[in-house]
């Protein structure tokens, strides 16, 4: 059985997210409307989801059950 490729993350997941969605959003700017522009913009959106969801759970706020 061959060993998993591991290795560790240099930027945080919110960092490489946002860095994601600049470059898609760049991207978009130029494009005409069409069905790939769509889906670029359904990327982007997931993208800025998986960010909130991320600060959402990284959050200090955020207690255990009790």
């Known amino acids: 059985m061959s060993e998993r490729r591991r290795f560790k993350q240099t930027k945080s997941l919110r960092e490489r997210l946002a860095a994601f969605t600049a470059a898609l959003r760049q991207k978009t700017e130029n494009m005409a409307p069409g069905l790939e522009r769509d ?15 991320d600060g959402w759970a990284n959050s200090r706020e955020l207690q255990p059950p009790k």
């Open 39 to 53: 889906e670029l913009e359904r990327k982007m959106r997931r993208a800025e989801t998986a960010a909130a969801i």
